[in-house]
C-alpha cells in the first residue's frame, strides 16, 4: 500500500503541484510597491470594517453576547472576550456587512475580508512578524483567487458563493504562512480548507442577511483548518483533482492552467477596491447615473434599460426593495438612488433612501437585460449600457466596460484614504485616532500589535 501510494503521489497529483508552486510563490521578494498594495488592503478592509459595525450594530452586539467567552482574543476594536475563531468569525460578519470590501472580477470572490479577518485573530495566539504577514497575505491572496478563477463561472452558476468556498483556502494558508508551516504542514491545511469551506448564493436574496455569515464561517473555518493542518492532520494524498476531488465538484472541466501559470505580477494586483456601498454588478450602472445626474432631471424619465452580462442579473434586478440588503443588491435601486443623490455611499443605502418614493418610482421604471457585448467579453469586461427614455421622446445611452476602482480604473491613493475617514466619521471615530490607525495600518514594516492596540483602544461598540 504505501509503494502505491508513493506512485499515486508522483503521478499527475495537482494538489501537489499546487503546494509546490505556492511554497515558491512564498520565497518571493517583499519589494515597497508590494508592500504598499496590502497596505491599501488592509486600510481598505477597515474602511469596510468600520461601516460593517455601525450598520450592524444591534445585531452584532447580540451575536457577541451569545458566543461570549473566557477565552482572551478579542474581535477588532471589540472588548468582549472571544475564542479565537469566533473572533475571526466576527471579523469577517462585520467586514462584510457593509458590502465596502475589495473583490476579484474574474475569480468572483471578495479576498480581502476573509484573509485580514483570519490574520488578525490568529496573530493573537500565533504572534506574526511583519515580513511573514505580508507574506502570508501575498500567498493567501494568490491562493483562493487562482482557485476561484480556475472554476469560474460554473461555480457560481452552481450556486455556491465563492468568498465563503475559496476565500476560506486562503486564508487558511494565509495563517499558515504566517507561522512558517512546512510544505507538508502546508498541504495538510489546504486540504483540511477544502472540506470545510462552504457558502451559497441564496442567501444574496430578498431579505436575507447571511451574505455576511459566509464570510465569517469562512474566516473560522480557515482558522481551525490552518490549526489542523499545522498540528500534522495528514490530508489526502490527492484533494483538488479526480473523481470527487475539490475542484471537479464546482466545474468538471476546471482551468489547471489558470491555476498553475506563472504571471508577471501577483494577484494581488489584480483586485478592485469598491468606490460605492453595494453589490459589485451594481457599479458600473452607478458609474453612469453619476454622469448623467448634471445633464437630466428624474422627472424627465420615462424608462431606463440596462444592459449587462449575463451572470451578473440573477438576484440583482429586482425593483422590490424590502430593505437595506435587498437595496445593496439590486442595480435598478443602485443606478435610482445614485441618480437622485448623486451618491452611493453607506447612507443611501438606508431605510430614509430605500423608502423615499420619488426613487422607488425610478426604481420600478427600470430593467435589466443581458447583451451579447458584455456577455461575449465577460469576465474581461464587467460593465453596462444604459438607455434612457425621456418623456420627450428623446433617448440617451452610455456605455462603461469597468466600474471605478478595477486596476485598469483603479482608486487613488487620496481616494483609498477618503474612504478610511470617510467610514470612520461614519462610525464616530475622532480624528486623532483615526489618524492613528492609518498610520500603524501603513508603517513600511507594519507591526501588528500596534495595529491592534491602536484598534482595541476604541471600543467599537460603543461609539
Known amino acids: 500500500m504505501k509503494e502505491l501510494n508513493n506512485v499515486i503521489d508522483l503521478k499527475n497529483n495537482l ?32 474602511s469596510a470594517y468600520f461601516a460593517g459595525i455601525k450598520i450592524g450594530d444591534s445585531k452584532i452586539k447580540n451575536l457577541i453576547n451569545l458566543i461570549d467567552s473566557s477565552d482572551n482574543y478579542h474581535s477588532l476594536g471589540i472588548q468582549q472576550k472571544l475564542s479565537l475563531e469566533n473572533v475571526a468569525l466576527v471579523n469577517g460578519i462585520i467586514g462584510h456587512y457593509a458590502e465596502l470590501d475589495d473583490g476579484h472580477r474574474k475569480a468572483m470572490l471578495h479576498p480581502g475580508v476573509v484573509i485580514f479577518s483570519s490574520l488578525l485573530a490568529w496573530h493573537q495566539k500565533h504572534p506574526i512578524s511583519s515580513h511573514n504577514f505580508y507574506k502570508a497575505v501575498l500567498v493567501g491572496f494568490e491562493t483562493c483567487i487562482r482557485l476561484a478563477e480556475s472554476t469560474q463561472p460554473n461555480a457560481k452558476l452552481k450556486g455556491f458563493h465563492a468568498t465563503g468556498v475559496f476565500g476560506s483556502i486562503g486564508a487558511a494558508v494565509a495563517c499558515a504562512v504566517a507561522a512558517d508551516s512546512t510544505k507538508l504542514q502546508l498541504k495538510n491545511t489546504l486540504s483540511a480548507a477544502v472540506t470545510s469551506a462552504s457558502g451559497i448564493l441564496r442567501v444574496i436574496k430578498n431579505t436575507s442577511e447571511l451574505k455576511p455569515f459566509n464570510v465569517g464561517n469562512a474566516a473560522k473555518n480557515a482558522i481551525s483548518a490552518a490549526q489542523l493542518g499545522i498540528a500534522d492532520f495528514s490530508g489526502p494524498i490527492e484533494v483538488l483533482d479526480g473523481d470527487l476531488g475539490f475542484l471537479s465538484m464546482y466545474d468538471n472541466n476546471f482551468d489547471k492552467k489558470l491555476l498553475l501559470e506563472i504571471n508577471n505580477k501577483p494577484k494581488l494586483f489584480e483586485i478592485y477596491r469598491k468606490p460605492y456601498a453595494a453589490c459589485r454588478h451594481c457599479h458600473s450602472a452607478i458609474d453612469i447615473a453619476l454622469h448623467y445626474r448634471s445633464k437630466i432631471k428624474i422627472k424627465d424619465i420615462n424608462q431606463v434599460k440596462i444592459r449587462t452580462y449575463g ?84 433617448t440617451m445611452s452610455k456605455k462603461v466596460d469597468l466600474p471605478k476602482g478595477e486596476p485598469e480604473t483603479a482608486l487613488s491613493f487620496e481616494e483609498i484614504q477618503g474612504k478610511f475617514y470617510e467610514s470612520a466619521v461614519f462610525l464616530g471615530i475622532k480624528k486623532e485616532k483615526t489618524d492613528k490607525i492609518f498610520l500603524s495600518c501603513t508603517d513600511s514594516n507594519i507591526d501588528l500589535n500596534c495595529v491592534l492596540r491602536n484598534l482595541q483602544d476604541l471600543d467599537l461598540l460603543k461609539n
Open 311 to 394: 451572470i451578473g442579473i440573477p438576484g440583482h434586478d429586482h425593483t422590490e426593495i424590502v430593505g437595506m440588503n435587498s437595496a445593496k443588491m439590486s442595480t435598478p435601486f443602485s443606478f435610482a438612488v445614485a441618480l437622485y443623490s448623486g451618491k452611493a455611499g453607506l447612507r443611501q443605502f438606508e431605510k430614509e433612501y430605500f423608502e423615499n418614493n420619488k426613487i422607488i418610482e425610478l426604481t420600478k421604471k427600470i430593467s435589466v437585460e443581458s447583451d451579447a457585448y458584455f456577455d461575449n467579453h465577460f469576465p474581461d469586461v464587467r460593465g453596462a449600457e444604459i438607455e434612457l427614455s425621456l418623456n420627450s421622446g428623446k
Open 15 to 46: 494538489t501537489n503541484d499546487f503546494i509546490d508552486f505556492l511554497w515558491d510563490f512564498s520565497k518571493c521578494e517583499i519589494n515597497e510597491k508590494i508592500k504598499t498594495e496590502i497596505h491599501f488592503s488592509l486600510v481598505d478592509f477597515l
